[in-house]
């Protein structure tokens, strides 16, 4: 676990200083590379810089201890966000971000294992990483292990049945451990997750399958750091996200899951990231 | 032999804790043993047979043996991907166990028949496939994959196989500890073997000298050596498999790699019978895997040889 910061003489969460460089950093290689999932990456990015930088245990992560936190980016498609984020505190070099879609890359399109680095599973087909991440809990539990795992899904993701055989799977086995982050951006691959396949009440769902729920604001670092502080699992954080936050001509629209932006569209999100 | 494999996987989990035993809900009367003395490394993940996948590979990932048992193509095709992602791609030391393999659950129907396991698991290099005759081989199976740290798929017969007799020549196939100067070859894998050796020793009886190997593993490993050992001599292959990409074509692509000079052909299942309903004999004969029509054919390519 972080430092705490909770009482009346509150620090603010070094989360929100770092989240600046790593957006800009998301910005510069998806157009450089000229690849896409721009809006999902930016909906995902301040739930990753909290985890990475206020819940996690870094230095058991970089030991690779077997009783360290595990976290799934099972959203695979916002794998650039994942990457700025690994940089930024330390698990990925400068000239491997660089590089990322380059030929011989380690840093594919959709988030990447590779042997000896920190990323624990690779993703890219949805559905994989919250059965993935019920194993390595239920491995933490039986090592009697403090270590939790984080398993970051999109709500597209909830069309999956292997989502709900979790829901089913991580309350039989009662573990408290898990943690299930919904990068809820309303918006899915073709249009909104409500015209597509409804999921609301995607909370009292959650609910009834005797899970924990928290409702947040997916940008509020505060309220990340809040919930995401919850030990009482399985634990499901709806954090409510907008597509292409922080740039107007982003948000809220289906065309950046898939567009790449040009140098004048570049250069104007950099300066609304900036201001 | 599904039997035997609860013994021996309950014998090893005794004095291994990291072993685990998987089900997707089924095994009734087959796991009971295990279940009752090692409730703490048995698993029921309910009927879902991906999350169970996925949370098996997530399990080996933090240092788990977990074996996950199912029937037929449950284990298999129902979960191809999370095999393919999450198993073999991140080489999880994962023991995918299929039981019933073939027809062995009869009447049951097309639903309850893997015969066509070996073609999609073998695609993945990164896993090992062991496909025993009886239950010797079963514990030939099990030891070598638990000596083993690495992704594998276990193809169990339904149960009641019967004991072939053999003796292990080699590191990787099971044979007759027998050279001699043979007219062909008979190469099998599973509980097909029972008929072969039927209608190897009608054969026999006739005059035949033929040259016996099981393949309790598939591998290029095993196939080599029974092709080093049977140089260029007329071979039939035979499984419980459709012929599309199963034993006998990964017999075919090494033997034609290697410049293998003796004709191969091969008994299998043809896929056109899969609507067929019936005991598993009835099955066999139908597809031409019972013994007399295996030595019809065997006989058969031993005189076209000659």
Not at chain 1, 224 to 233: E, V, Y
């Amino acid at each position: 676990m972080g430092p705490k910061k909770s009482g009346i003489e509150q620090v603010p969460l070094s989360s929100i200083k770092d989240v600046g460089s790593i957006k800009e950093n998301i910005l510069r290689i998806v157009h450089k590379a000229n690849s896409s999932h721009l809006g999902s990456c930016l909906s995902v990015v301040d739930i990753l810089t909290v985890i990475y930088s206020e819940i996690v245990d870094k230095v058991a992560i970089k030991n690779k201890d077997k009783k360290r936190d595990i976290v799934i980016m099972s959203k695979g498609h916002a794998a650039a966000a994942y990457y700025a984020v690994l940089n930024k505190y330390g698990y990925i070099s400068n000239l491997e971000l660089e590089n990322y879609l380059e030929d011989g890359t380690k840093l594919g399109g959709h988030v990447h294992h590779f042997e000896n680095n920190f990323i624990e599973l690779s993703t890219g087909s949805l559905g994989h990483g919250l059965p993935y991440g019920v194993g390595t809990a239920l491995a933490q539990k039986k090592f009697n292990s403090s270590g939790r795992t984080f398993v970051i899904i999109s709500d597209g993701e909830c069309d999956e049945g292997t989502t709900w055989e979790c829901a089913l799977l991580a309350n039989q086995y009662q573990l408290s451990n898990l943690v299930v982050i919904i990068d809820r951006n309303l918006i899915q691959s073709l249009d909104s997750t409500e015209s597509v396949l409804a999921l609301e009440p995607l909370a009292a769902k959650w609910t009834s399958f005797n899970w924990n729920v928290r409702e947040i604001d997916g940008h509020s670092h505060e309220e990340l750091f809040s919930a995401l502080s919850d030990t009482r699992g399985p634990l499901c954080i709806i954090a409510n996200t907008t597509k292409g936050k922080g740039v107007s001509f982003m948000e809220g629209k289906v065309l950046w899951h898939y567009k790449s932006p040009t140098d004048e569209e570049y250069a104007d999100a950099l300066r609304e990231i900036q201001g | 032999m599904r039997n035997t494999f609860a013994a021996e996987l309950l014998k090893a989990a005794r004095n291994d804790s990291t072993i685990l035993l998987i089900t997707g809900d089924l095994g009734f009367g087959v796991l009971d043993e295990f279940r009752s003395e090692l409730p703490e490394q048995f698993i029921n993940s309910g009927v879902a047979e991906q999350s169970m996948m996925s949370m098996a590979a997530g399990l080996a990932s933090q240092g788990f043996r977990p074996f996950v048992y199912s029937i037929a193509n449950f284990p298999t095709f129902r979960c191809l991907e999370q095999i393919r992602n999450d198993v073999s791609y991140m080489k999880n030391p994962v023991t995918i166990v299929s039981v019933g393999a073939g027809m062995g659950y009869g009447a049951h129907g097309y639903s309850h028949h893997a015969i066509e396991d070996i073609a999609v698991i073998r695609i993945f290099k990164d896993i090992e496939i062991y496909s025993p005759s009886d239950q010797e081989e079963t514990i030939f199976c099990i030891d070598k994959i638990l000596n083993r740290s690495v992704p594998s798929y276990l193809r169990l017969g339904k149960g009641g196989e019967l004991s072939l007799k053999l003796s292990y020549g080699f590191e990787h196939t099971n044979r007759e500890k027998i050279t001699g100067d043979f007219q062909g070859a008979v190469f099998w894998t599973g509980a097909i073997g029972s008929e072969v050796l039927k209608a190897k020793g009608q054969l026999e009886g006739e005059g035949f000298r033929i040259s016996a190997t099981s393949f309790p593993e598939i591998s290029k490993e095993a196939i080599c050596e029974a092709l080093n050992f049977n140089v260029d001599l007329p071979i039939l292959t035979v499984e419980e498999h459709v012929f599309e990409g199963g034993f006998g074509s990964s017999v075919l692509e090494i033997a034609s790699d290697i410049g293998h000079k003796g004709r191969i052909t091969r008994l299998g299942i043809d896929s056109r019978n899969k609507h067929q309903l019936g005991s598993q004999s009835f099955l066999r004969e139908l597809n031409g895997l019972n013994s007399p029509s295996i030595a019809i054919k065997l006989k058969a390519l031993m005189e076209s040889a000659t």
